[in-house]
């Protein structure tokens, strides 16, 4: 069980992997649901931290000089920026509840750094959103699992 779950965080862990695989990971490994889900939320929603507080000290000191890093934040500002225009700081849990490639925590968390977003407002909608978008995977994992049982009994 020791390893599931650390396989399960570390899936968490990986950039454009995070929620979308590491739910159905964890359900394939035998976990069980609940465990797997609240799991994936707690290291998905932890992940904020090391990430806004990483931008915060370490852009100006080096990352700024890194022009690839640059143009990748320019492409988050320009996807994630009318969210927070069109619906303030809950934008932000719009943005990464739905999961789909580079709306994931770390992108919502850049996203709020880049916006200079109230750290304690990013947080909490970063959390939200990774409750609703864990819930969307959680639900369609079980439902092809399901699927799966039924067709190959």
Sequence with gaps: MVSQIGMVILANLLPTIEQVGAI????????????????SV??????????????KFFYNSFLSRIGIFNKYLERVRNKGKTYVDKFGVIGVTFFIALPSPLTGTYTATILS?????????????????????GLIVLT???????????FFK
Excluded: E, H, Q, Y
């Design 42 to 55: 707690a290291v998905n929603s932890l992940l904020f931290f090391p990430v806004f507080l990483g931008l």
């Design 113 to 133: 750094w880049l916006l200079d977003l109230d750290w304690k407002k990013a947080f909490l909608a970063i959390f939200l959103g990774s409750v609703i978008g």
């Design 24 to 39: 159905p990971l964890g359900l394939s490994l035998g976990m069980d649901p609940l465990t797997t889900f609240l799991i």
């Design 140 to 150: 369609s994992s079980l439902g092809v699992l399901t699927a799966f049982r039924l």
